[in-house]
């Protein structure tokens, strides 16, 4: 069965920190997709990032960067000198191609001024 | 790029009263469409998926239905509100990139 562990529930950092969410993640596929998702406090889930299995490469995107490690299981987002407008709450989640959406239970980021 | 409206943006229903939740979409032809529920706690619920005008898959049994009229439009209903029912029900939209997208949600509250 596919499954998305986000350990963190809560996390708070000052203003300008660097902080990574942790995403680990099980599947018997060797063909899936990844995925992280902001959800602010309006509520919105907001599409951040997809990553293919086949796809190992880092990425960043500004201030945003992912880490997927396949050996590991891992597919972990930092976010580099935090803002307050950073503050919502970030989802993991996996799929088969063509499948459904399995979450991770969230991790909340507070970003303190 | 895919626009997912979501109405009413806030609701308060009586417990036994009937719920009409809309979704529709713009950008994209033939998506998936799909109702998550999110209650106090974070955690997001797969209640219905469709891959096309009538066809629903329900993935938990439970109050509420869902049809699909056109291949834009989503609706979930219940005949009788529960205060069970209570929570964030988002719609999302799945085009040709694998990748769903979210409306803004419709926060619903059972007295």
């Known amino acids: 069965a596919q499954k998305v562990t986000q350990a963190q529930t809560e996390i708070s950092v000052v203003e300008k920190e660097d902080v990574t969410l942790d995403c680990v993640y099980e599947t018997r596929d060797t063909t899936y997709y990844l995925f992280w998702y902001k959800q602010p406090p309006s509520g919105e889930l907001v599409f951040l990032i997809r990553?293919?299995?086949?796809?190992?490469q880092n990425e960043i995107s500004g201030r945003y960067s992912w880490n997927f490690q396949k050996s590991t299981s891992s597919f972990n987002f930092t976010i580099t000198a935090s803002q307050v407008v950073d503050s919502a709450v970030y989802f993991c989640?996996?799929?088969?191609?063509?499948?459904?959406?399995?979450f991770g239970q969230g991790t909340e980021l507070s970003v303190k001024p | 790029s895919q626009t997912i409206h979501q109405w009413p943006a806030t609701l308060v229903q009586p417990v036994g009263s009937p719920l009409s939740l809309e979704c529709t979409v713009e950008?994209?032809?033939?998506?998936?469409l799909y109702w998550y529920r999110q209650a106090a706690g974070r955690g997001l619920q797969l209640l219905f998926y469709s891959v096309g005008i009538g066809q629903i898959s329900s993935e938990v049994p439970q109050n509420l239905s869902a049809s699909r009229p056109q291949d834009r439009q989503f609706i979930l209903s219940s005949k009788k509100l529960l205060l069970s029912d209570s929570g964030f029900y988002l719609c999302a939209s799945e085009g040709l990139t694998d990748t769903q997208y979210f409306g803004p949600g419709t926060r619903l509250t059972v007295l």
């Open positions: 989640a996996l799929s088969e191609i063509g499948g459904k959406l399995i």
């Open positions: 990553r293919n299995s086949f796809d190992e």
């Open positions: 950008g994209t032809s033939n998506p998936n």
